[in-house]
């Protein structure tokens, strides 16, 4: 497995346009998770997912964002109307239901960095 | 959530030990200490974790106070690709989401 694999890596777009990033999680963890990383500040959560079902957002999450993780596999974040302030970078993670040894933590991926022009 | 505070930034010499402190004087009796590190255009990695006793594994050493309200990660021998970001966070595993809760971490920087 090659862990958490994210695309596309940069993203560059104009202020209304809509965009969609993907993350691709480790085949047998069945718990995803997005978060948001601006500039000199640590990773805030968006939302996560076991298996299909999204079951937590947080407040950051407005109506313009819109996550879906259809049977259980990849996921996607959909960004409507994008405006300067959604510049960051936009993170994966994944994890098994219960940690076992020898994997006690998450696995993120290099997130897709997002610029609004 | 339970708080953690680290210091902003730190320095270190390359092949000299360095101990990054946290503290989190609200853990709760479940909370679980975690380690994790972001290395530059990378995503946080896992580091270590523990509850009371110290522990130790390939990548660094966690030492916890004896009331829990403080902790110390040490990298027995800094190298220039431990330069990262570091993350102490609190993890309830009883936490029905058990997402991770990140502060602002501290910068280390490491001098050859």
């Known amino acids: 497995d090659t862990g958490v694999s994210q695309n596309p890596r940069h993203k560059i777009t104009k202020r209304g346009q809509n965009v969609t990033f993907r993350c691709d999680p480790i085949?047998?963890?069945?718990?995803l998770y997005w978060y948001r990383q601006t500039l000199g500040q640590g990773p805030e959560f968006l939302t996560y997912?076991?298996?299909?079902?999204?079951?937590?957002k947080s407040r950051l999450l407005s109506d313009r964002f819109s996550a879906e993780r259809p049977k259980g596999s990849f996921s996607t974040l959909e960004i409507q109307r994008t405006e300067q302030g959604d510049s960051a970078m936009y993170l994966c993670?994944?994890?098994?239901?219960?940690?076992?040894?020898?994997?006690?933590?998450?696995?993120f991926g290099s997130g897709t960095r997002l610029t609004v022009v | 959530d339970a708080k953690t505070t680290q210091p902003n930034s730190m320095e270190s010499n390359e092949e000299e030990p360095v101990h990054l402190p946290c503290n989190h004087s609200?853990?709760?009796?479940?909370?679980?200490i975690h380690w994790y590190r972001q290395l530059p255009s990378q995503g946080p990695e896992y580091v270590i974790h523990g509850l009371t006793s110290n522990v130790n594994n390939r990548m660094a050493s966690l030492a916890i106070a004896e009331d829990r309200k403080s902790s110390t990660l040490i990298l027995h021998r800094a190298t220039l690709r431990d330069a990262a970001v570091y993350y102490c966070i609190l993890r309830d595993p009883n936490n029905a989401g058990n997402m991770l809760t990140f502060g602002g971490g501290t910068r280390l920087m490491v001098k050859p």
């Open positions: 609200t853990i709760s009796g479940t909370d679980y």
């Open positions: 085949s047998e963890h069945n718990r």
């Open positions: 993670a994944s994890s098994p239901r219960w940690f076992l040894p020898p994997n006690y933590g998450y696995t």
């Open positions: 997912f076991q298996n299909e079902a999204q079951l937590e």
